[in-house]
């Protein structure tokens, strides 16, 4: 298996401009996850769906983050408008009904808005 | 509210010198506590998973450990591959993990 493939691994954008991660979990897994990390905060869970269906969202910062999973094989989150304090990196995870590995991450993608 | 401590922040030791790696924790209803690793520009790797106090767990120089309020992650005689930053997460009845902040380690030959 790949293992959890995350898109683009590096983005550098303006402010004010709008940015989408993808992911694609591990064929099977029925959980996904994102998070973001950062050097202050480190590793914060933004929002988790459970057969594609988002089961808690609070961990999302503002109405400017949104996040889909039409599929079982993929995931997008968005970020619009984009702003300088949303620079981290973003990891996608994936688990299956078997909790005991925990959840599998991505590479993440490496944001930085200027 | 979930709380989970890591300790100390950094930590460097000489290439043979064991220590241990602190994670602290409050959980309502623990359902499990995983201890991952993670090297530079990479996501997390999963190492274990412990669910009961008393519980043990080795892989390779790797030992954790459990008790009903912290874990601890024994590093026996480290090589400089087991340089990374080291992270705690408990689960609760829910299925996220909720991680501290990971403690850095550096060991040097």
């Known amino acids: 298996d790949a293992g959890v493939i995350q898109s683009p691994r590096h983005e550098v954008t303006e402010m004010g401009q709008e940015v989408t991660l993808r992911c694609k979990p591990i064929?099977?897994?029925?959980?996904l996850f994102w998070y973001r990390q950062t050097m202050m905060r480190g590793l914060e869970l933004l929002i988790y769906?459970?057969?594609?269906?988002?089961?808690?969202d609070s961990g999302m910062p503002e109405d400017r983050f949104s996040a889909k999973m039409p599929n079982a094989s993929f995931s997008t989150l968005k970020i619009q408008p984009s702003e300088p304090r949303d620079s981290a990196v973003y990891f996608c995870?994936?688990?299956?009904?078997?909790?005991?590995?925990?959840?599998?991450f991505g590479s993440g993608t490496r944001l930085t808005v200027v | 509210e979930d709380q989970v401590t890591q300790s100390p922040e950094a930590l460097r030791l000489q290439e043979g010198e064991s220590s241990s790696l602190n994670c602290s924790y409050t959980?309502?209803?623990?359902?499990?506590l995983f201890w991952y690793r993670q090297d530079p520009g990479k996501g997390p790797e999963f190492l274990f998973t412990?669910?009961?106090a008393g519980e043990e767990k080795e892989k390779e120089r790797l030992k954790a450990t459990l008790t009903k309020k912290e874990s601890f992650l024994h590093i026996t005689a480290p090589k400089p591959e087991d340089s990374a930053t080291y992270l705690c997460?408990?689960?609760?009845?829910?299925?996220?993990?909720?991680f501290g902040k990971g403690t850095s380690l550096l060991v040097t030959p």
């Open positions: 995870a994936s688990s299956g009904e078997r909790f005991n590995y925990g959840y599998t």
């Open positions: 064929s099977g897994h029925n959980s």
């Open positions: 769906f459970n057969n594609n269906v988002p089961i808690d």
């Open positions: 959980v309502s209803g623990l359902r499990g």
């Open positions: 412990l669910y009961s």
């Open positions: 997460a408990v689960r609760n009845s829910g299925y996220a993990l909720n």
